[in-house]
């Protein structure tokens, strides 16, 4: 079956606590290598997957 740009779209937003005490920098550092593993989780398990990466520079 083949998805054509009318097909629906799921939108998802991840919201994190993260609870190990680190300095921000650090905490920041771990934050996106967790989020790039899930990244690399969802395109294995999910061939045709499309995701958008949205980096905050807060």
Request: glycine content about 0%; overall charge negative.
């Amino acid at each position: 079956m083949s998805l054509s740009k009318n097909a629906l779209r799921l939108s998802v937003d991840i919201d994190l606590v993260y609870l190990p005490m680190k300095d921000r920098d650090e905490a920041l550092k771990y934050i996106s290598e967790a989020l790039d593993a899930i990244s690399a989780d969802l395109k294995a398990a999910f061939k045709d997957i499309e995701l958008t990466e949205a980096h905050n520079k807060a």
